[in-house]
């Protein structure tokens, strides 16, 4: 079984930053295929960024490209994802997944956190 803890939401102003953590546990994090999620109030959830387990690959939603970084320490099973420039539309529920690939669709990914809050104020 695998744990994930996410950690760091929070209030922002727009144009702010903010960093978000998961901490994995359980099993061998240096595996997984790490990726967030983020759930907006009425909406469906949307794919933001993944990262393979070496690092060496990421991927990310059109909408954060440029803004989001994602990356991740094997040494303290622990993923970030740093945001820059926030928008109002950046207000959802961040949710951390584990999968042992990559799909940008929610249904890949047997493990979730239990997901933080992140507001940005219009």
């Known amino acids: 079984q695998v744990q994930l803890v996410e950690s760091g939401g929070g209030l922002v102003q727009a144009g702010g930053s903010l960093r978000l953590s998961c901490a994995v546990s359980?099993?061998?994090?240096?595996?997984?295929?790490m990726a967030w999620f983020r759930q907006a109030p009425g909406k469906d959830r949307e794919f933001v960024a993944a990262i393979t387990w070496s690092g060496g690959s990421t991927w990310y939603a059109d909408s954060v490209k440029g803004r989001f970084t994602m990356s991740r320490d094997n040494a303290k099973d622990t993923v970030y994802l740093q945001m820059t420039t926030m928008k109002p539309e950046d207000t959802a529920v961040y949710y951390c997944a584990a999968s042992s690939s990559f799909a940008s669709y929610g249904g890949n990914y047997p493990y979730w956190g239990q997901g933080t809050q992140v507001t940005v104020p219009s």
């Open positions: 359980g099993r061998t994090f240096s595996r997984y295929v």
